[in-house]
């Protein structure tokens, strides 16, 4: 869909992927919305409309706003970006345009740790190939075979130990499972023992949790070196990016032995999953829900309006991302 009004007093906003209520009704008569669902829709507006637009609220991770969408729009000021990851958001473009990007941390952190907890238990005990057992009837000639996998006598490496990994972590103690992580720097304020070498931590535990952005930086950090030191005990679950693991790496690890089992969330080419992984039986596949409840995706939603509302009010927007700090407003 394409569409809006305009009227030179009020700032017109773009809301660019799918839309949903807080968005559409979050904003006063003082503002004019324009629409675009996809990138197709966004490369049809017309110049006149595009000219005018000064605030883009990007609502979903499969929406690229890379240079070339931002380009489209001389007037932008702002990005209002739906969920913590922004590897979406070409932010260095932004920067060097003076548009600021924000993003939606804090307000999805304990929904996307339960999820990393409860895909972790999932993997490990095999919910859902019990689940299946039982649905088929198999449970009234045998019980369901004990499995091997169990959280007792697990060491988790937590990859990634901001905001996402120390909840998960908080989790973890709870459920009395020792916790190291990888990051680059260690994190502050955090008792855990950091390994700075991915490797050397992946050698030192059997189960890895991955929680660290998407983007070049991290691009297929957990490959197949890693899987290889992970062991056969190995479990992996990635609620962080798809473009974070190696995913023909993974399918070769499971099928062999190399690691005992995995549980994702997110995939390399969303929502298309590899027939080869959705094949296998030791794996849990997620459809990218780690913040999809009603009540976090709409904090996240009324934070991607506040941003605005805040910005065009004259003050700082709430959540700025690292890359375009805003000083002095
Ligand atoms: P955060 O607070 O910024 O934490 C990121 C962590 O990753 C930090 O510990 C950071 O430490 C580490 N890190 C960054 N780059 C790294 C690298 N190259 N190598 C090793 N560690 C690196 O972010 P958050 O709020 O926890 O969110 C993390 C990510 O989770 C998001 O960016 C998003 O992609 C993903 N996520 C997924 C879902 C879902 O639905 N599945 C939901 C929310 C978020 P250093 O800077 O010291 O390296
Ligand atoms: C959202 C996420 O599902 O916040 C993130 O980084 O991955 C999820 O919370 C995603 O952003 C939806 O676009």
């Not at 009004?5 to 559409?24: A, F, M, T």
């Not at 990138?39 to 070339?68: C, M």
Request: net charge neutral; charged share 20%.
């Amino acid at each position: 869909m394409v569409g809006g009004n305009s009227s030179s007093d009020k700032v017109d906003l773009l809301i660019y992927g799918p839309s949903r209520p807080i968005l559409e009704n979050g904003f006063s008569d003082q503002f004019v919305l324009h629409s675009a669902e996809t990138r197709h829709d966004l490369e049809r507006l017309t110049p006149a409309t595009s000219d005018k637009i000064r605030g883009i609220a990007v609502t979903y991770h499969t929406v690229p706003a890379d240079k070339r969408a931002l380009a489209l729009f001389p007037n932008l000021e702002i990005v209002a970006s739906f969920g913590v990851g922004y590897d979406h958001v070409d932010s260095t473009y932004a920067r060097e345009h003076n548009i600021i990007v924000t993003n939606t941390p804090d307000v999805l952190t304990e929904e996307v740790a339960d999820v990393a907890l409860g895909l972790l238990i999932a993997t490990v005990r095999e919910f859902v190939k019990a689940d299946r057992y039982l649905r088929s009837g198999l449970w009234t000639s045998q019980n369901y075979p004990l499995s091997v996998g169990s959280l007792r006598d697990r060491n988790v490496g937590i990859v990634g130990m901001g905001r996402i990994g120390q909840a998960i972590a908080r989790r973890l103690d709870g459920c009395r499972v020792p916790v190291v992580y990888h990051s680059r720097k260690p994190a502050n304020a955090v008792s855990y023992t950091h390994y700075p070498d991915l490797i050397e931590m992946a050698k030192a535990v059997d189960t890895l949790i991955v929680i660290v952005p998407g983007g070049a930086g991290t691009a297929k950090m957990i490959n197949a070196e890693v899987m290889k030191a992970l062991g056969p005990r190995g479990v992996i679950i990635n609620v962080a990016r798809g473009s974070v693991l190696d995913e023909p790496a993974l399918i070769a690890a499971l099928k062999s032995g190399t690691i005992l089992a995995a549980g994702l969330d997110v995939f390399e080419k969303e929502p298309n999953v590899p027939d080869e992984l959705r094949a296998l039986q030791n794996v849990v596949l997620l459809p990218h829900i780690g913040s999809a409840s009603v009540v976090t995706r709409n904090a996240m939603d009324q934070l991607v309006v506040d941003n605005l509302k805040a910005w065009f009010a004259g003050k700082p927007p709430l959540t700025p991302v690292v890359e375009t700090p805003v000083k002095g407003r």
